[in-house]
């Protein structure tokens, strides 16, 4: 049911706001939250609009997953046009209706040619590119090639993104490097600055802040930890004001420190991501990531040397892990999928959360999370029922 219908009224649902969570219907047209009301709309409008009777399902604002690598078999770094629609295509079976394409480190050519696919893609849902890399630090590399980590410089900087600027919405970087200031000033221009693969110490990652990085990438993981003498850039993280990421797959992060970290930096400053690969939605064996081998077994993706290489988690599965890790309600979990993103982005006039006028980006699951249906710019385009049929 791909549907092209302008008008789409959802009823009986229990619509999920910042704060609460309602029994309303509301109407999609042009692309929009046309009204959201209590009572049901009648024939009149049943007979000019494709209704879906959601009873006892919930309506969320779609997810926003700011790390995604790839999905369903494909990797954004070597994807062709079609591909990467592909993976967001699977992203949205999983309720997200909004992605950043992530590129880890890899030689400038390479990169600049994945930039332009994604750029030619065009794909529904994906809302730009997160840079992770090359300029981070070798000692906090995680599963990034070491051939192709940079050090900080403006004119790598500049020969990357060049042509691309519009397109780049995050980049991740090592603040603790010579020259990672005018990196971080420069990036500003075009992009969200943010900290990961790090071994910046408290008082650096403090310093990038102040210099304009607004998020902390996968928190937690390579970056400098927490320690009572040296609290590193986990500490500065958990006290400051700058938002983080957090892959909460129960691998990346144990519960209790997701758990620290929602008691640390209160529920709108954390953004559900999943750092997916290509090996999400597939089974165990062998795949890649920028170009290394990753074997994936029992779920969990690994370099050969055992490092963690980004995870095969989704985004229905992260906040119902949240909320079973934290105890937080189902509003609070969306809004660390949908709002503080959306937020991140700059995007919130339009996106993360259900009011008139915002663009119809919607999921809509039941109370295990399992998503019924996905709704991006007002057009149904995921329905469990029939992606069942065609199995």
């Known amino acids: 049911m791909r549907l092209e219908e302008k008008r789409i009224v959802i009823q009986g649902a229990h619509l999920i706001f910042p704060d609460h969570i309602a029994r309303q219907d509301l109407i999609i047209a042009g692309g929009k939250l046309a009204k959201l009301k209590i009572r049901r709309f009648g024939r009149l409008c049943a007979a000019r609009a494709t209704i879906l009777e959601v009873k006892g399902l919930y309506v969320s604002p779609g997810f926003i997953d700011l790390q995604v690598n790839g999905g369903g078999g494909r990797d954004f770094i070597e994807a062709q046009e079609e591909e990467a629609k592909r993976i967001a295509s699977f992203h949205a079976s999983h309720g997200t209706t909004g992605l950043l394409a992530t590129l880890v480190t890899a030689p400038i050519d390479q990169l600049r040619q994945a930039l332009e696919s994604i750029k030619?893609?065009?794909?529904?849902?994906?809302?730009?590119?997160?840079?992770?890399?090359?300029?981070?630090?070798?000692?906090?590399?995680?599963?990034?090639?070491?051939?192709?980590?940079?050090?900080?410089?403006?004119?790598?900087?500049r020969a990357l993104t060049a042509g691309y600027r519009d397109l780049i919405r995050i980049v991740t970087l090592a603040p603790e490097f010579p020259g990672a200031d005018r990196l971080i000033e420069e990036v500003q221009e075009f992009a969200i600055p943010a900290l990961g693969h790090s071994n910046a110490t408290y008082e650096e990652a403090l310093a990038a802040v102040n210099k304009g990085v607004k998020l902390f990438t996968h928190l937690f993981n390579a970056m400098s930890g927490f320690h009572?003498?040296?609290?590193?850039?986990?500490?500065?993280?958990?006290?400051?004001?700058?938002?983080?990421?957090?892959?909460?797959?129960?691998?990346?992060?144990?519960?209790?420190?997701?758990?620290?970290?929602?008691?640390?930096?209160?529920?709108?400053?954390?953004?559900?991501?999943?750092?997916?690969?290509?090996?999400a939605g597939l089974g165990d064996g062998r795949y890649s990531l920028g170009g290394q081998e990753v074997l994936v077994e029992g779920g969990v993706a690994r370099l050969r040397d055992g490092t963690l290489a980004g995870s095969t988690l989704t985004m229905e599965r992260a906040v119902k892990n949240f909320?079973?890790?934290?105890?937080?309600?189902?509003?609070?979990?969306?809004?660390?999928?949908?709002?503080?993103?959306?937020?991140?982005?700059?995007?919130?006039?339009?996106?993360?959360?259900?009011?008139?006028?915002?663009?119809?980006?919607?999921?809509?699951?039941?109370?295990?999370?399992?998503?019924?249906?996905?709704?991006?710019?007002?057009?149904?385009?995921?329905?469990?029922?029939?992606?069942?049929?065609?199995?």
């Open 323 to 391: 909320m079973e890790f934290t105890g937080c309600s189902l509003p609070e979990a969306v809004r660390a999928a949908s709002l503080n993103p959306a937020r991140l982005l700059g995007l919130d006039g339009r996106k993360g959360s259900l009011e008139e006028g915002k663009d119809a980006d919607l999921v809509i699951f039941d109370g295990d999370l399992n998503v019924h249906y996905t709704i991006v710019g007002g057009r149904i385009v995921y329905a469990r029922d029939e992606a069942e049929d065609r199995r």
């Open 120 to 157: 030619r893609a065009r794909a529904e849902g994906i809302l730009g590119v997160h840079l992770e890399g090359p300029f981070i630090a070798m000692g906090q590399r995680g599963a990034h090639n070491p051939k192709h980590i940079l050090e900080p410089s403006l004119e790598q900087l």
């Open 228 to 279: 009572h003498r040296e609290p590193g850039a986990v500490g500065a993280a958990l006290e400051g004001e700058a938002m983080v990421s957090l892959i909460v797959d129960g691998v990346h992060v144990h519960p209790a420190a997701v758990r620290l970290a929602l008691k640390a930096k209160g529920i709108d400053k954390i953004c559900l991501i999943t750092d997916s690969i290509s090996a």
